[in-house]
């Protein structure tokens, strides 16, 4: 069965400083992987994703993320976070075959601090 | 609509009583989940339906939970004899497709559920 695993349930970080939030996952095939962002009282709404191509893919505000199939990881960093990151984070997996469902971690709580 | 709706946005009920909550999702959406979020926790997956398939049910937490979905329109999730661990925020979502390529999913801003 496909899971993910995000290590760390809240990171701190002083503004200007870079950040590294991470996901593993596991699963028997391939799939397509996501980064969705909750904003303190809005809803989630998706981050970046990769699909396939390129492994490194970016958001309009400045995050990045990688997928690494060796480490089945597809960690997110941006190398200076504002205020406005301050939010939860949730990767998400989504298997290439047999219904496509999408699985979440349990979330990594970003707080940045002035 | 333009977005994913859900009603009620709150629902306060008691211990016992059965609570029903709607799904309206983006027209044309095949896919459609719900998920459960605990106060400070992640989603936790509950069902999928995906078009006319039979819908992924591996997520309900016990025979309480139930869903429904007529055709690719709206779907109501019923709790029967409501726990106080049943208060959570229930997110609905939509897709294209599922989870497939290109497909993004668009949440609802949800319905929070508290169980007295």
């Known amino acids: 069965a496909q899971s993910v695993t995000q290590l760390d349930s809240q990171v701190p970080v002083f503004e200007e400083a870079p950040v590294e939030l991470r996901c593993n996952y596991s699963s028997s095939v391939s799939v397509y992987l996501f980064w969705y962002v909750q904003y303190p009282n809005q809803g989630l709404q998706l981050l970046l994703k990769y699909l396939s191509g390129s492994t490194l893919v970016e958001s309009i505000n400045g995050f990045e993320a990688e997928f690494n199939k060796s480490q089945t990881s597809f960690h997110l960093r941006k190398p200076s976070v504002h205020i406005s990151d301050t939010a939860e984070y949730f990767c998400?997996?989504?298997?290439?075959?047999?219904?496509?469902?999408?699985?979440f971690g349990a979330g990594t709580r970003l707080f940045v601090k002035a | 609509g333009a977005g994913v709706s859900q009603s009620p946005s709150n629902k306060v009920t008691e211990k016992g009583k059965d609570v029903e909550l709607r799904c309206d999702p983006i027209?044309?959406?095949?896919?459609l989940y719900w998920y459960r979020q605990r106060l400070g926790q992640g989603l936790e997956f509950l069902i999928y339906f995906q078009g006319n398939s039979a819908p992924d049910k591996s997520g309900l937490p016990s025979d309480r939970f139930s869903a429904e979905r007529t055709g690719e329109s709206v779907s109501t999730l019923t709790i029967q004899r409501t726990q106080q661990e049943d208060s959570a925020v229930y997110l609905c979502a939509s897709s294209l497709e599922g989870g497939g390529p290109g497909g993004e999913l668009f949440f609802g801003e949800g319905s929070r559920l508290t169980v007295l």
């Open positions: 998400a997996v989504t298997l290439s075959t047999g219904g496509f469902k999408t699985i």
């Open positions: 027209s044309g959406h095949t896919a």
